[in-house]
């Protein structure tokens, strides 16, 4: 199959949404705006040895070597901004360079997401027949990732650099959809000393590769042929991930054994959950501990990895596993962010565009997990900015996806779509009636609480197609 042509028009959407975030600098910050603030006064003005330790600031840098460094190069740009905002005594320290400065680099580091939205676009299977461009897969795809709801308003809104992290792994799934399987594994590796977050979807990449590339061959049955297995990229693989591990943290673990800074009291160590966490014992409901929350998780992907090892289906089977190992870890994992949906959201945009059934899905999961964010944004100027992009992404996902996949069904049963209709009774009762209501001061959780209960249901349903749709899929040759 030829990889269709991006045309001109690519650039276009590329530089209108980085216009569009422009619009947002001046907008409200989260206390991430602070994190990453301090994490550039880390580590601009300390030796590497004290990155990891120095904890004047409640914000400790936790996220994996690699992203350290990515923070070391920024300060110094930064440096020829506002200098004060690399001094770590200058908690919460947002002058205007700051906040110029800390939006820009949002955005321009999102050219790795919009590079590797480029190379998706090229892996989706053109459709047959003439189309104007406005209706190609290719064209409603890079509209589907490049404008994501999500990522405009916890970037470039919340403020993070989820862009430039999805970069890597969306550029990672292409690679494999284009059978380069090195490639895809070493940008994995990358992404995930970059952050820890991205351990959701490890076991997919794991065993797609231990299966459909270190094993050449299989049986006339399907069945997995043990004499092809091949050694030698076993090796291959061992070697980029041991490799990139090695760079990300060998230097720190040299400095740890030389200087035995282990031994020292009181040090803050590096947290898996990215953040402080808040432990809460439930006096009604029974408390979930971390270990069982990781046994829930690990029996949910299960049959998911199961199926893509007894049966390959190669690159868009392995990017469905990964999509059942993120709602999976989002679903049962242990102190998850609500922009872990992301992860899902995301990659199976590419399905959407290629599958009636996807697409469904899709509409169904987006909608509930973009308005899940919605609690991120709880400002009242910035409310009409988030209902006006989120109506924007909705009428655009619905009416593309329709006209993409027109003559083949609709896309929605009646029941999907009253339960998205709902949402919206949901998001008056949350933004409007609640507010003015004397239920604001003795019930303040409610709206949260409403919002998480009902967009879990279309989270677990999406979860539960999705399943549906791996272990029902013919069995496909494995192409390498």
């Not at 591990?245 to 230097?251: E, H, Q, R, T």
Request: proline share 5%; aromatic share 12%.
């Amino acid at each position: 199959m030829a990889a269709p042509v991006v045309d001109g028009w690519f650039p276009a959407l590329a530089l209108g949404v980085s216009l569009l975030k422009c619009l947002f600098i001046n907008a409200y910050h989260s206390t991430d705006f602070e994190v990453h603030r301090n994490w550039l006064a880390i580590t601009h003005s300390l030796p590497v040895s004290r990155w990891y330790h120095e904890n004047t600031s409640e914000w400790t840098l936790d996220y994996p070597p690699l992203f350290a460094w990515f923070e070391f190069g920024l300060s110094h740009v930064a440096q020829h901004f506002d200098r004060n905002m690399l001094v770590v005594e200058n908690l919460n320290y947002d002058s205007p360079m700051t906040v110029l400065f800390q939006r820009l680099s949002v955005i321009f580091t999102d050219v790795v997401f919009i590079f590797a939205v480029r190379e998706c676009c090229r892996c989706v299977q053109k459709q047959k027949g003439s189309r104007d461009v406005l209706n190609r897969p290719s064209f409603v795809l890079a509209v589907l990732l490049l404008w994501n709801f999500g990522l405009l308003i916890v970037d470039h809104i919340h403020f993070q650099y989820n862009g430039f992290l999805f970069g890597f792994l969306l550029l990672s799934v292409a690679k494999h959809l284009q059978s380069q399987h090195l490639q895809g594994a070493l940008l994995f590796a990358v992404l995930l000393n970059l952050k820890h977050i991205y351990l959701y979807v490890a076991p997919a990449y794991g065993i797609y590769l231990l299966r459909s590339y270190c094993f050449t061959q299989d049986n006339k049955d399907g069945s997995i042929s043990w004499r092809s297995f091949s050694p030698l990229r076993l090796i291959a693989l061992g070697s980029i991930v041991t490799s990139v591990c090695a760079l990300s943290f060998g230097p720190f673990i040299a400095m740890v054994l030389r200087l035995k800074l282990l031994e020292e009291a009181g040090l803050p160590r590096a947290s898996m959950t990215g953040g402080l966490v808040q432990e809460f014992q439930h006096s009604v409901l029974p408390s979930v501990s971390p270990s069982i929350t990781l046994i829930c998780t690990l029996l949910s992907i299960l049959p998911a990895v199961a199926s893509i090892w007894r049966r390959p289906r190669g690159a868009r089977g392995f990017l469905r596993c990964l999509l059942l190992c993120a709602l999976a870890s989002f679903m049962f994992g242990w102190h998850v962010h609500e922009k872990a949906i992301l992860i899902a959201i995301l990659p199976l945009s590419i399905l959407a565009v290629e599958s009636r059934e996807d697409a469904g899905i899709f509409l169904v999961l987006s909608t509930t997990g973009h308005y899940s964010l919605f609690p991120l944004i709880f400002t009242p100027a910035e409310l009409p900015i988030k209902v006006g992009l989120m109506l924007m992404f909705v009428i655009y996902s619905f009416t593309a996806l329709r006209k993409l996949h027109s003559g083949q069904g609709t896309l929605l049963h009646p029941l999907e779509s009253v339960y998205l209709l709902g949402l919206v009774v949901v998001a008056i009762a949350c933004e409007i009636i609640f507010p003015l209501s004397p239920w604001q001061q003795k019930l303040p959780f409610l709206p949260l609480l409403l919002t998480s209960v009902y967009c879990s249901v279309g989270v677990c349903y999406s979860f539960l197609r999705l399943y549906v749709s791996l272990l029902r899929q013919e069995e496909k040759p494995k192409q390498l």
